[in-house]
């Protein structure tokens, strides 16, 4: 993912898209979410993202509003430092001599196709297709398939690596069933199991030092007046 991203920040061909590419590893955002996106949901004041909808194009070329997938959804995703500025650049960025087409009521969609349609799944999928085809034209060790959902997937796999609780995972990627979080934990593989003892191992001497240090503290004597 570094190295793919470092490209792309790079290459003056899909430099244009690395604000996105980089939103999409660090946020699990479903692609659909992610197109989706208004100006009125990225609350840059608050560093909140706000999640209640996605946007879909049907074969006719129709476009339509759609509720979140199920109602874990619906969810309010707090930005990093870095994800703030990503979403900084595509606001400051964002052309204003576009037309506004409302879909659904909804308008102020992030990015538009040259005729100001809001852009959907299928630009990005071909986007990071073409640019992992750039790379892989580039240099011998070559990259394997990226998708959007790849780069959700990529984001769950890393947090339930860093050891975030499950719950809090679930509550990011809007799964439904816990279960489907778990399962990101059940592919941990057994040097991710022994790098885990290991943190235990130390923040339990951590907590150990804390506490002897604690016991060594001289107790404070109660002074009484004698009268």
């Not at 022994?194 to 240090?213: C, G, P, S, T, W």
Request: charged content about 30%; some cysteine; hydrophobic content about 35%.
């Amino acid at each position: 993912m570094r190295k793919f991203l470092k490209f792309v920040h790079d290459d003056n061909v899909y430099c244009k898209y690395y604000e996105v590419f980089y939103i999409l590893f660090h946020t699990g955002l479903r692609i659909s979410e992610f197109c989706g996106l208004t100006i009125k949901d990225i609350d840059l004041k608050n560093r909140i993202i706000n999640i209640d909808h996605q946007l879909q194009r049907i074969g006719s070329m129709e476009y339509h509003i759609e509720s979140t997938k199920t109602n874990a959804g619906t969810r309010k995703l707090p930005m990093t430092e870095d994800v703030f500025r990503m979403f900084r650049a595509i606001l400051e960025d964002r052309p204003t001599d576009f037309p506004e087409i409302m879909v659904d009521g909804y308008v102020g969609f992030l990015f538009r196709d040259k005729n100001g349609m809001p852009e959907v799944a299928l630009h990005w999928e071909h986007r990071l297709k073409n640019a992992v085809n750039r790379y892989n034209s580039i240099f011998r060790v070559q990259l394997p398939k990226i998708t959007p959902h790849i780069c959700r997937h990529t984001y769950c796999s890393n947090q339930a690596k860093a050891g975030m609780n499950p719950k809090t995972l679930q509550y990011l990627m809007g799964h439904s069933d816990i279960g489907v979080t778990m399962n990101t934990y059940t592919h941990l593989s057994l040097d991710d199991a022994k790098n885990e003892m290991i943190r235990m191992e130390e923040l339990e001497q951590a907590r150990k030092e804390v506490d002897k240090a604690e016991d060594k503290k001289p107790m404070k004597q109660n002074m009484f007046k004698v009268v």
